[in-house]
Nanobody
Framework: QVRLVESGGGLVQAGGSLRLSCAAS????????AGWFRQTPGMEREFVAA????????FYGDSVKGRFTISRDNVNDTVYLQMNSLKPEDTAVYYC????????????????WGQGTQVTGSS
């Protein structure tokens, strides 16, 4: 069982930066993938980024490529999402997720979820 707790959300002006953190307890194994998703009211959960726990291979959704960076700290079992050049359309609740196995973009493939943190980009 893996428990995920996000932090770092908030209000930021367009063009600004924000870093989200996701602390994992329950000791994710080397076979795990950690990911970030986001969701706005009435919309499906959207894939943002994922990283493999063992070798740090990264994957990004098209809408955030070149602006967001996912990373992990294996010592502290924490995953980060560095968000730069934020746009108003990045406004959403951001969720940390984890699964045992390789990355997927479909949220239904992830077994563990955090409670979410609100990110608001103002114009």
């Amino acid at each position: 069982q893996v428990r995920l707790v996000e932090s770092g959300g908030g209000l930021v002006q367009a063009g600004g930066s924000l870093r989200l953190s996701c602390a994992a307890s329950g000791r994710p194994t080397a076979t795990y993938t950690a990911g970030w998703f986001r969701q706005t009211p009435g919309m499906e959960r959207e894939f943002v980024a994922a990283i493999t726990w063992s070798d740090g291979k990264t994957f990004y959704g098209d809408s955030v490529k070149g602006r967001f960076t996912i990373s992990r700290d294996n010592v502290n079992d924490t995953v980060y999402l560095q968000m730069n050049s934020l746009k108003p359309e990045d406004t959403a609740v951001y969720y940390c997720a984890a699964r045992g196995g390789r990355p997927y973009v479909r949220p239904s493939m992830y077994e563990y979820w955090g409670q979410g943190t609100q990110v608001t980009g103002s114009s």
